[in-house]
C-alpha cells in the first residue's frame, strides 16, 4: 500500500513533465491511462508496417552485432523497414553490403557528409522513411522479439511510446533500467514532424531527446514509458560530457 501511494505521488508530482511543464500535464497522462483501460488488443490482420530510424558514426559494430542481429528474430519481421543514415563511418570498409549480408528486409540507407548530431541525422532517418509508424533507436540496442506487437499497441493518436531500456554492463550482465533518457521513442511520423522532430539547434550530447519528449506534451499528447527487460543497451563508456547540466 506504502508503496502504491509513492508510486502514485512521484506521478502526480514528480514526473518529468510535470517538473518542465507543468501540473497540467497530469491531465494528458490520465487521458491516455483511460483510453488505454479501453482500448482493444491489436491483431495480426490490424498491425501497421514500422520503419526503425537509425543514424550512425563509427558504430558500424553495434549496428551489425546488436541491432541488425536482433531485427532478424523480430516476430513479424517482414513488417519492418530499416532507415540508416550513416555519418561516412569509416570503422567499417562496406557498411551497406554488410547490413544487407544480415537484413534482408526493406532498407533505405543514406550517406551524409554532416558531422554527426543526433538530432539532424535521427530527424534525417526520419524523414526518408515510408511508413507512418516509425520508431527512433541507437545501433547498440537489441530489441525484444514483441516490438512491432508493441509499437503497435502503444502508438495512438494520443500516445507515444518512450521504453525504458535495460542497461547492460562491461561482462553483458543486467544492470539497471534507464530511466534518465527517452532516446528510444515510437511514434506516427505525422506527429514527429508536425511537432518540428528533434531540435536541430541541439549539437551537444543529450537534452535533444527531452526536449522532444515535452513537445508531445505541449501538443497534449502523452509519451507512455513502460520497463522493456528485452530491450537492452550494450555498454559502452559513457560519452556524457563532465560539465553537462541537465533540463530538469
Request: hydrophobic share 45%; proline share 3%; charged share 20%.
Given at each position: 500500500?506504502?508503496r502504491?501511494l509513492k508510486?502514485f505521488y512521484?506521478?502526480l508530482f514528480k514526473w518529468?513533465?510535470r517538473?518542465?511543464l507543468g ?8 487521458k ?9 488488443p491489436?491483431t ?5 508496417k514500422i ?6 558514426k ?8 546488436q ?7 523480430l ?6 523497414e530499416?532507415s ?8 567499417h ?11 534482408k528486409g ?8 554532416m558531422?554527426f548530431?543526433r538530432s ?5 532517418a526520419?524523414k526518408?522513411?515510408s ?6 533507436c541507437d545501433?547498440?540496442?537489441?530489441l525484444p522479439?514483441n516490438l512491432v506487437?508493441?509499437i503497435n499497441q502503444?502508438c ?5 511510446w518512450?521504453?525504458?531500456v535495460?542497461l547492460?554492463?562491461?561482462q553483458?550482465?543486467?544492470d539497471?533500467?534507464?530511466s534518465?533518457g527517452?532516446g528510444?521513442?515510437a511514434?506516427?511520423?505525422h506527429?514527429f514532424e ?7 539547434r541541439v549539437?551537444?550530447?543529450g ?5 522532444l519528449?515535452f ?15 528485452l ?6 563508456e559513457?560519452l556524457k ?7 530538469f
Amino acid at each position: 500500500m506504502i508503496r502504491a501511494l509513492k508510486a502514485f505521488y512521484r506521478f502526480l508530482f514528480k514526473w518529468p513533465a510535470r517538473k518542465y511543464l507543468g501540473f497540467y500535464t497530469v491531465f494528458i497522462d490520465l487521458k491516455a491511462i483511460l483510453f488505454r483501460l479501453f482500448s482493444k488488443p491489436v491483431t495480426e490482420t490490424s498491425l501497421k508496417k514500422i520503419t526503425i530510424c537509425v543514424g550512425v558514426k563509427n558504430r558500424s559494430h553495434a549496428l551489425l552485432t546488436q541491432l541488425l542481429s536482433s531485427l532478424n528474430q523480430l516476430a513479424y519481421k517482414e513488417m519492418i523497414e530499416l532507415s540508416v543514415v550513416d555519418c561516412k563511418s569509416d570503422d567499417h570498409t562496406d557498411l551497406i553490403s554488410a547490413i544487407k549480408t544480415i537484413w534482408k528486409g526493406a532498407l533505405i540507407y543514406q550517406t551524409s557528409d554532416m558531422a554527426f548530431a543526433r538530432s539532424k541525422v535521427f530527424n534525417q532517418a526520419v524523414k526518408q522513411a515510408s511508413n507512418n509508424l516509425i520508431f527512433i533507436c541507437d545501433a547498440d540496442i537489441s530489441l525484444p522479439p514483441n516490438l512491432v506487437v508493441s509499437i503497435n499497441q502503444h502508438c495512438q493518436s494520443y500516445q507515444a511510446w518512450a521504453p525504458e531500456v535495460l542497461l547492460m554492463t562491461e561482462q553483458g550482465l543486467p544492470d539497471r533500467f534507464c530511466s534518465e533518457g527517452v532516446g528510444m521513442l515510437a511514434c506516427f511520423k505525422h506527429q514527429f514532424e508536425a511537432i518540428g522532430g528533434f531540435d536541430e539547434r541541439v549539437l551537444e550530447w543529450g537534452k535533444e531527446d527531452w526536449l522532444l519528449f515535452f513537445e508531445y506534451y505541449k501538443q497534449g499528447i502523452a509519451v507512455y514509458r513502460t520497463k522493456e527487460a528485452l530491450m537492452q543497451h550494450a555498454y559502452h563508456e559513457s560519452l556524457k560530457p563532465k560539465d553537462f547540466k541537465p533540463l530538469f
